[in-house]
């Protein structure tokens, strides 16, 4: 099997650092570097968090970038999931010893693109300030970008339990209509599909079954990162991050649709919002394809099959 080289654009975060160590175990990625940004915690914890993450998994040759502080056009709002450190639940893991490369994240995705012969899969999990940026100072290098797979968006709002907002949009959303304006062909793997993709009992039961370090690890993040959705909203913790990464391992988890999205950049209760025309009365061309359903079984057995040794 050739491998599919990524760029990792994160801010871990429990699920991020589960799509990371994903993105790590799988043979069928290649993952030439990882950038950070500000999003579930600040900046320096989010990078701190990913050089620990790549050093416990025994990654830590994996070049890491440390990304934007703050959302390119508003003060940053953080998320609320995953604790002061970003990854609360695991305070056994050593910190990291490894430094980050001495270049923007922005700069860094800009020479590794740059230096592909062939565009290459880029995947992000955070709000979109690094993607952002990138094709506003190098747009040179956009066509190398064979797919951005992004997780953020909620598009359809079925249920009292998604939001009209995700935190990756609501966090940066000028960022996100930079990049959804800018022509990088891009997937969205937003909360309709995530929230599909739950750690319920069934799932806890099959981790603690798995009995690795690298599983028990999983699962003490796991116990943490669900806090917030049973609290609020009494299911388990949603797979956002590790379903978009797995999306690129296997795109057949997901079935997306080509769709305008426009982005609300104004108002109170809705701004954020990622609005999909999904019926073209806006008559714009797409400019994303966005996940409309996924198929929860097949990820969970591609996740625990990468967890176990
Ligand atoms: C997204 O926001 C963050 O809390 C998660 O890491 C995920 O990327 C879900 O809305
Ligand atoms: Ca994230």
Not at 132 to 150: C, D
Not at 165 to 171: D, L
Not at 224 to 238: C, P, T, W
Request: aromatic residues 6%.
């Amino acid at each position: 099997m050739t491998a599919t080289p990524i760029l990792f654009d994160c801010d871990p975060g429990h699920d991020d650092a589960i799509a990371l160590v994903m993105a790590h175990r799988s043979p069928a990625i290649d993952l030439l570097g990882v950038t950070t940004t500000c999003g579930n915690a600040e900046i320096e914890k989010t990078t701190a968090n990913c050089l620990r993450i790549l050093e416990f998994i025994g990654a830590q040759d994996v070049p890491v970038a440390r990304g934007c502080h703050r959302p390119l056009a508003r003060p940053l709002v953080l998320g609320t999931a995953d604790g002061p450190s970003g990854l609360e639940g695991s305070p056994y893991l050593p910190p990291a010893q490894g430094k980050v490369v001495s270049q923007h994240a922005v700069d860094f995705l800009a020479g590794k693109l740059a230096a592909q012969r062939e565009p290459i899969d880029v995947v992000a999990t955070g709000p979109l300030c690094n993607i952002g940026l990138l094709v506003l100072k190098h747009p040179q290098v956009l066509p190398k970008i064979k797919e951005l797979t992004w997780m953020g968006g909620v598009f359809y709002r079925k249920s009292e339990i998604i939001t009209p907002t995700e935190f990756n949009a609501f966090c940066d959303p000028e960022a996100l209509k930079i990049v959804l304006d800018s022509g990088i062909p891009i997937t969205m793997v937003g909360l309709d599909v995530t929230m599909q993709v739950l750690v319920e009992a069934p799932q806890f039961a099959e981790f603690e079954r798995i009995g690795t370090p690298l599983g028990k690890v999983v699962l003490d993040w796991l116990k943490f990162y669900e806090k917030l959705h049973r609290n609020s909203m009494g299911i388990g913790g949603a797979m956002h991050d590790p379903l978009a990464l797995a999306a690129v391992i296997d795109p057949t988890l997901i079935r997306t649709r080509p769709v305008h999205i426009g982005v609300n950049l104004a108002g109170s209760y809705c701004f954020g919002a990622t609005v999909a025309d999904f019926w073209n009365e806006r008559g714009e061309r797409p400019n994303a394809k966005i996940a409309c359903d996924v198929d929860s079984d097949r990820f969970f057995d591609l996740l625990y099959s990468l967890l176990r040794d």
